[in-house]
């Protein structure tokens, strides 16, 4: 179901838009990263917007899970985020940055959803330099 905007939504989404943006790191823009912030918080289903959010984090931090469980474990984030420690990995891993080839953990996604927002929102800050998300 698509999500409506008031006009002074949409008149700040366009000013934002408008503005000629540096590339986030890389060569990911702006743009991008509020495309992909838009498809996953007007999603219905919870699991497929958590997914959604974490894609976008894996994006914000070009894959590296170690440094995006870094930065979620980080004292001004989440520092004592539930962390999972599996004998395969070199480090552990957080309730968000969930394993490959691990059973998803579908109880926890309503729980969870809220923090990871939040957490996606101060990534773009962050990241992008731009407080819109």
């Not at 994006?59 to 420690?85: R, S």
């Not at 480090?91 to 990871?116: D, M, Q, S, W």
Request: hydrophobic residues 35%.
């Amino acid at each position: 179901m698509p999500v409506e905007v008031g006009p002074e939504a949409a008149e700040e989404l366009d000013r934002h838009l408008g503005k000629e943006y540096p590339p986030c790191f890389a060569d990911i823009s702006f743009e991008d990263v509020i495309s992909m912030w838009r498809e996953a918080i007007s999603t219905e289903s919870s699991a497929l917007k958590y997914v959604r959010l974490y894609g976008l984090m894996e994006f914000l931090f070009a894959n590296e899970t170690g440094e995006l469980t870094k930065w979620i474990t980080n004292n001004d984030n989440e520092p004592l985020v539930q962390m999972f420690h599996y004998r395969m990995r070199k480090y552990g891993v957080t309730v968000y940055t969930h394993p490959r080839g691990e059973p998803f953990p579908h109880t926890e996604i309503n729980n969870a959803l809220p923090k990871l927002r939040n957490l996606v929102r101060k990534a773009i800050r962050e990241r992008c330099g731009v407080n819109y998300a």
